[in-house]
Structures are given as structure tokens and as C-alpha cells.
């Protein structure tokens, strides 16, 4: 949300506010009297897209930014998760809870079955693949789902020039590209966006009328939400087309409808015992309440359900730990930031204590005072040994790099007639092999 528009909102509160927890700890960071203000009368929170949260370090932080935001409120918030493609809710409802004494309630109302329209092809020969594309999206409106970024920007470059518009929508491409991406493609009638699972959940992407699938997804959830962002228009069906480049992505989608047939979708565990994210939360509630004491922390968050299997000393070890290493420290009986912790965390406004995991060195990529996105250093860093000038595709463009600064972690490019694709390192994809009932 632009400052503009925060600003405006604040003068003039709406009945609901859509924000991100990381948005959320900043308020509450920051903005300590307005968050007290602003939801002294919340009754609610919806979390949409619950399992997307559940099973990461994510849904363990914004299960304690909810803890801490019930003590705000002085009151027992309606927690209402929200998912379509999870295939243990009572599991699910119990994470959520937390230190709430609401009782669960599960809705599931009766569906009718699903109709969807379902095509499989093999094209294993060299430069086929785009082709198919290509000639698939003709005249129409396109996902194209891809399981990494590196194959994004690859995938865009082999399409474009065949008659098609196509855009890249991944993480690393800049937020102005990314909305430009979703704007064109609302409006136009021969365009195609190769994406990750970004373009799963959440964004609106208009009047899709297919989806195209190169191999396999992981798994049958992330199937059933990307099969979901058709079939909206009254008249039509969900479908997905699957276009597999190997004997083994072509046995892993046979799988996976297989599954999918009979009505099964991928458990998520939630974690009970994240003490590297209480330690984070430690550190934010220090800040948040000019420190606390060491005796109030669980009281605050340690009943959130991502720690339910600590116990009361093993809080205490780690808060004894974190004095120790002098990132916290102790006065008059309130734990403060530590020395140590104000040289690691306090830097940019203690900007990294907004998030739960930092990500591998990524630099900024600045073309004309633009931003194009993001690249991790470990890969320019690599490329810099090859000789020549360094180029890369970013964005679904090729650019040249001009100047690095390491210390600012920032990239200037100019525009190139080709480049590498980059790699990112990520969280290693599988596929995984406990399911549930749905």
C-alpha cells in the first residue's frame, strides 16, 4: 500500500484492512499507539489461503503477530481460516487456534463433483516445447505454469517472437513488472504469462482461458489451484493442458490425476516447536514494548500453537542463550537488544527483523533508475569469472551489466541482445508422497 493511501487510511478507517504479517509487524514495531488505535475494536481475522502459511516458518510468524495482536485488542479473536485444497482442516483449525478458547469449527459444504477438462502430451524433441505453446495460446488467454524461475525466463525467451505476447511473473521480477505483467495481460486476447507458483493464489488475473502445465507440479494442491484459476466464466470448465518433456514428468502427471481422481490432496504439518522463530519474536517484542520481562514472554506469544511443544525451560534457555551472544541483553529486570543484536539486526530501521529468514545475497537490478528485479550475488559473482561482459534475462529481457556495488547491493544494466538465464537457490523441489483423504 502506497504512504499515500496508508496515510488516508488511517484518517479514515475502513471496516476491513487486507495486510500481509510482515505489514503487520511493522505497525506493530512501529506504529505501537496507532496499532493500538486502529484495532482496539477488531473482532476478526481471515486467513486466507491458510495452508499456504501452515507448513513454513511464515505461518509460525504470523501466528505470533496474531498473539501479540489479541493482546492489543484485549479480546478472544474469530480466527477463520480459509482453504480449498488441504487435506487435514481439523489439524489445520487446531494450529490456528492457538491460545484461543474458541472452539474449532470445521464448514465444508456439500460440492458437486468437478468437471474439468484434462489433456496430456509428450514432447520430448529439442525446441518442440515452445512450439506447443506457442501454437496453444494463439488467440487466447494463457497461464503457464513452470516449476523454477531459471526455467521462466527461459520458457518467455523461447516463446517470444511466435506470435504471442508473453510476460514473465516470478518472484524476483520487480513488483512494476509484475503489475504490468497482470494489467496487459487483463486486457489483452493473445497473451500468455509464464510464472511460477506466484500466479497460484491470490492475484486476479482476469478472464483466463487456459492453463498450460510444462511437466509436473509438485503436488495435487498446487494442481487443484492452478486447474482453479479457470473455468470462472459461467459456460466453461476448470482445465489444464500438461505438456511433459520426459518419460518421468509424464509419469509423475499420470500420478497425480490418478490422485487427483480419487479425491486426494497433500497434509501440511505445521511445525510445534520453532524456537528459531521465537528467538525472531523475542527480539521484535523488545523493540515493540521498549523491553519486556523474560518472565512475560510466554504470556505474550510462547502459547501461539508453533510453540506449544516448548516448554517453559526451554524458553528460558533461550533467552539465556541470546544474553549470552550479547543479542539481548538484561536491565532492571527487562530484556533490551544486545549490543550484538543492535550491530546484526539494527541496521535500515532493524528492517530484518520484518521477516522471519533472510534469502542468499540478492543484489537490486537498476536499469535507468528503474528497478527490473532481483539477482543473487553468488551468480554474478560467478559470471564475473567468465570473460567478457556479463549479460543476463531478467524479467523475460536480456541486459548487460554496467557497474556492480557491492556494498549498496546494487546491479546497473543496459539493455542486451541476449544473456544467461540466472539460476536462484531455493528450497529443493519434491514430490511428495503423504496424502490424505480430502
Known amino acids: ?19 500481509t504479517p510482515e505489514s503487520l509487524e511493522v505497525m506493530l514495531m512501529n506504529q505501537r499507539a496507532e496499532a493500538a488505535r486502529l484495532f482496539a ?9 491458510v495452508h499456504a502459511f501452515a507448513g513454513d516458518d511464515r505461518g509460525a510468524h504470523l501466528l505470533s503477530v ?3 495482536l489479541v493482546r492489543f485488542c484485549g479480546r478472544d479473536l474469530q480466527r477463520v481460516g480459509l482453504s480449498a485444497t488441504v487435506g487435514n482442516p481439523e489439524e489445520i483449525g487446531s494450529w490456528l487456534q492457538g491460545s484461543s478458547q474458541r472452539p474449532f469449527r470445521l464448514v465444508d459444504p456439500p460440492r458437486p463433483r468437478s468437471e474439468r477438462d484434462l489433456a496430456v ?3 520430448p524433441e529439442p525446441g518442440q516445447l515452445a512450439a506447443a505453446v506457442a501454437r496453444l495460446s494463439q488467440g487466447r488467454k494463457s497461464l503457464v505454469f513452470v516449476e523454477s524461475r531459471s526455467q521462466a525466463e527461459r520458457m518467455a525467451s523461447a516463446v517470444a517472437g511466435r506470435g504471442v505476447d508473453v510476460f514473465v511473473h516470478h518472484s524476483v521480477v520487480s513488483r512494476a513488472d509484475r503489475q504490468l505483467a497482470e494489467e496487459r495481460f487483463t486486457s489483452g486476447q493473445n497473451t500468455a504469462i509464464v510464472c511460477t507458483s506466484t500466479l497460484e493464489l491470490g492475484i486476479d488475473v482476469g478472464d483466463l482461458d487456459q492453463v498450460l502445465q510444462v511437466d509436473a507440479p509438485a503436488t495435487v494442491a498446487s494442481l487443484l489451484r492452478r486447474m482453479g484459476r479457470t473455468g470462472r466464466r459461467a459456460g466453461t470448465r ?5 505438456l511433459c518433456e520426459s518419460g518421468e514428468s509424464l509419469l509423475q502427471v499420470g500420478a497425480l490425476l490418478r490422485l487427483l481422481e480419487q479425491g486426494w490432496v497433500e497434509s501440511v504439518r505445521p511445525t510445534r516447536r520453532a524456537a528459531h522463530v521465537l528467538a525472531h519474536q523475542i527480539l521484535a517484542l523488545t523493540l515493540q514494548e521498549k523491553g519486556i520481562s523474560r518472565h512475560l514472554v510466554s504470556s505474550w506469544i510462547a502459547r501461539a500453537t508453533p510453540f506449544r511443544d516448548l516448554t517453559e525451560t ?5 533467552v539465556e542463550t541470546m544474553l549470552g551472544a550479547d543479542i539481548l541483553t538484561e536491565a ?3 530484556l533490551l537488544l544486545g549490543a550484538r543484536g543492535e550491530w546484526l539486526y539494527g541496521a535500515r530501521n532493524f528492517f530484518e527483523l520484518y521477516a522471519v529468514f533472510s534469502a542468499p545475497q540478492n543484489l537490486l537490478v537498476m536499469h535507468a533508475g528503474a528497478e527490473v528485479g532481483l539477482v543473487q550475488g553468488f551468480f554474478l559473482r560467478g559470471a564475473a569469472d567468465d570473460s567478457g561482459p556479463v549479460s543476463f534475462r531478467l524479467g523475460g529481457r536480456a541486459w548487460q551489466v ?6 549498496r547491493g546494487v546491479c546497473d544494466v543496459e539493455p542486451a541482445e541476449s544473456g544467461r538465464v540466472p539460476s536462484w537457490m531455493g528450497a529443493p523441489g519434491t514430490c511428495r508422497g503423504h496424502c490424505a483423504r480430502r
Not at 475494536?41 to 489461503?49: Q, W, Y
Not at 476448470?238 to 500438461?242: A, G, K, P, V
Request: aromatic share 8%.
Open 1 to 19: 500500500m502506497a504512504q499515500s493511501r496508508k496515510a488516508a487510511f488511517q484518517r479514515r478507517q475502513a471496516h476491513l484492512l487486507c495486510i
Open 41 to 49: 475494536a477488531l473482532s476478526m481475522v481471515v486467513i486466507d489461503e
Open 66 to 68: 496474531l498473539e501479540r
Open 121 to 123: 502430451d509428450f514432447v
Open 238 to 242: 476448470s482445465n489444464c493442458t500438461f
Open 314 to 318: 526451554d524458553v528460558q534457555e533461550l
Open 332 to 334: 532492571d529486570g527487562r
Open 402 to 407: 554496467r557497474h556492480i556495488d557491492w556494498t
